[in-house]
């Protein structure tokens, strides 16, 4: 398979199937990339991973995922580092990732090492944001709408990571050009055949991947949950400082427990350094 994007690095586009959709709890069984390199080459990657715990049932009858077919496979950990590596260097897509994949994948990795995978000079870019902003439906209908095939084998990951490849090139021809108009009435071309301006597109402003942090309308941090929403992050860990201890002694994702150790490390710096 060959594809038409025009890109300065390899965009990785990936689909995952897991336990559940628990980011801090469930686990990956599999995940299937199709590497798109600048030359219009695809080198695709597909795995099934020993979850290191069950296959809930309804997990199961959606994927066709069951624990006798992943208990020989490799866990997450055996495998990190090799996963890493074909991922080194590239951008990162695909259909709902930025709410989900990715941050189930940065999650594995973090509990594996937190040096392995690194995320911060990559863009994203989420096919079903382009698609629900400009024609609001599922995977299957998009494959249907854009390419005018039926998906066979959806909640396969194979089948899903190339039908969202094909997905991402028929879209760019649709509407590169397209002007859309925006909330504030203004109009705008916002889809281009460019990485970073589908990343500028499809990317929310984010703090962490589950967003218990966000960012005001003042681009400050608060809290987005539970008894602390909407105030400053800083402000809170100042004022009651074992909001912080509960949170990471409670069950929030790693890569949440992280950004948030970093704003209290660089608060602290403030205050003391």
Not at 19 to 32: A, H, K
Not at 182 to 190: L, N, Q, R, S
């Amino acid at each position: 398979m060959n594809h038409s994007l025009k890109l300065k690095k390899p965009l990785a586009v990936f689909d995952l199937e897991t336990t559940g959709t628990n980011i801090s709890r469930d686990r990956i069984v599999e995940i299937s990339i199709a590497k798109a390199m600048p030359d219009g080459s695809v080198e695709i990657k597909t795995k099934r991973i020993n979850p290191e715990m069950p296959i809930p049932i309804e997990s199961s009858l959606i994927h066709g995922i069951y624990d006798e077919d992943v208990k020989d496979e490799p866990t997450f950990r055996q495998m990190a580092k090799s996963m890493a590596q074909f991922l080194q260097g590239c951008d990162l897509a695909g259909f709902n990732s930025n709410r989900f994949d990715i941050p189930m994948l940065v999650e594995e990795f973090l509990r594996v090492d937190s040096s392995l995978f690194d995320v911060k000079n990559r863009k994203f870019v989420d096919v079903q944001r382009i698609f629900h902003q400009m024609e609001p439906r599922t995977l299957s209908a998009a494959y249907k709408f854009y390419c005018d095939k039926t998906l066979d084998n959806a909640h396969s990951a194979e089948a899903d990571t190339l039908a969202t490849l094909e997905v991402l090139n028929a879209q760019i021809a649709r509407y590169e050009g397209v002007k859309i108009e925006t909330k504030k009435g203004e109009e705008i071309e916002p889809i281009k055949n460019d990485v970073e301006v589908l990343h500028e597109f499809t990317s929310s402003k984010i703090v962490d991947f589950a967003a218990r942090m966000a960012y005001n309308d003042k681009d400050e941090i608060v809290f987005n949950f539970g008894k602390h929403k909407g105030k400053l992050v800083t402000d809170v860990l100042k004022r009651e400082p074992a909001y912080f201890d509960w949170i990471m002694n409670n069950d929030f994702p790693r890569d949440t427990k992280q950004k948030l150790t970093q704003i209290k490390l660089s608060t602290s710096n403030t205050l003391f350094g």
